[in-house]
């Protein structure tokens, strides 16, 4: 370990939760834990859940001998949640606890439901109060800007994670009025913020502004999409505080791994998860290091278990051991996503996170959203948000900040593609993951 880096909390923690009796958690340890979970988890979908009995019935009877031996088990798919839900549960619905409903971002209008048991929330909390304890302490106030109205939510569980670890815990919801969110924090005085990286962006940059005397939060734990680097600098230029990133999807059980304090690559949370990395057309397992979507297999899920369940997340593992000592896999940052890829002729594309880094760099740029209309040539349109009063950049100003981006400057170039921008005042809102918006123009079907 590095003098002054404190070891992930998460380590001690999964040493507890797979019965290491050691000083040291090691690979082997985790991994025969994770086998047998494996076992039990497929078993017990294929005794329990009508879907899970169909979906895995060409697959051999015997218990799968080495983890990489999974590879032979069928994928399952945001699909498959849309279509057969009910039909993924293990168990009486009487011990569902939790319904969590998520729109879907695609075109096909049909909400994706995961159901989960009190004892799958149970874990949750216990992750969230481990995971914390990474950033805050006991008397910490930590300000929770995530959904919690309801039992059972995201923003629920987060609360009582921080109460188990001694902390207090601050419940504001998603900023739908960004003025009274900082105006919230500056009065609660805050410790740490828990958000949704540009509704965080936002409210520093309001408060930088507006606020910009009183005191500033010590940490910022930013979830639920990506986060640009973009972002990060800005936080620490305006608050001088430490940005840490957390990795999970509903589907995950809300929580998936988290950052330490050498912010390199999340630590998974390896004894309810167990994560692959797959070429994402041939499906076949990569090598650690190398670039794919992340897969990843419930271990410990008993409202409605997945096995090998498709993000649609590009990432990596990072081979190399982590600074803070810790034996945990790390999941290097998720930059792009599947489906946020807009493909311009044979060798240009743009991401969602190639946008984030040229149009959230700019000052007073809150939010913005862009759309791709596929025609000929390909039309590219952002809509930025500033915050109000505050609005110093022209449309000019956007259009060549995008095309810093070499895929949106060559495919210009080469004909293949259009750029327009708008400006409009920012108001917050929150659609789950962003994406661009992608739509087929009126010639491209000729
Ligand atoms: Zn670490």
Redesign the pocket.
Known sequence: MKSGLK??PLEAWIALKTGSTGSTLTREQVERYQLSRLNDSIARARTLSPFYRRHLAGMARAAVARLEDLAGCPLTTPADITAHAMQMICGSQSEISRVVTLDTSGTTGEPKRVYFSAADQELTVDFFRCGMSTLVGTGDKTMILLPGERPGSVGDLLRQGLLRLGGVPVAHGLVKNLPAAVEAMCREQVTCLVGVPVQVLAMARYWEKWQGSKRAPRCALLSTDYVSAAIVSELRRIWQCEVFEHYGMTEMGLGGGLE?Q?HQGY?LRENDLYFEVIDPVSARPLPDGEYGEVVFTTLTRQGMPLIRYRTGDISRFIPEP???G?SLR?LARVQNRLNSRVVLGEHQAITMAELDEVLLALPAVADFTAEVVYDRPAKLTVQVEILSGDITHSEQVILNSLRLIPGVHMAERAGLLAIGARIAHYFPHYSGKRSIRIMEGVRSAT
């Open positions: 070891v992930t330490c050498a630590h982590c600074p803070c810790s790390r």
